[in-house]
């Protein structure tokens, strides 16, 4: 897996280490497709929802993150 710098900065602000990433890419509870060749993978982890925005390479199996971010309740 492969965190792209935004991810990083993005995961440092909004308080977000890489096993919950890791676990809602590889057990998530619902995911969908974005634009392009992006995925969202969502988790609920404690009493929020994580949602990541993913490509996964086909050829070498293998997951680029994007961004990560808490999805806010409405």
Do not use: C
């Not at 998530?28 to 988790?43: Q, V």
């Not at 609920?44 to 997951?63: A, H, R």
């Amino acid at each position: 897996m492969i965190i792209t710098k935004h991810a990083l900065l993005r995961m440092q602000q909004r308080g977000i280490d890489e096993n919950n990433v890791e676990s809602a890419i590889l057990n998530p509870d619902e995911t969908s497709d974005s634009f392009g060749r992006r995925k969202l993978a969502r988790k609920t982890i404690g009493d929020k929802t994580l949602e990541i925005v993913y490509i996964k390479e086909d050829d070498i199996d293998n997951i680029i993150v994007i961004t990560v971010y808490w999805l806010e309740e409405t």
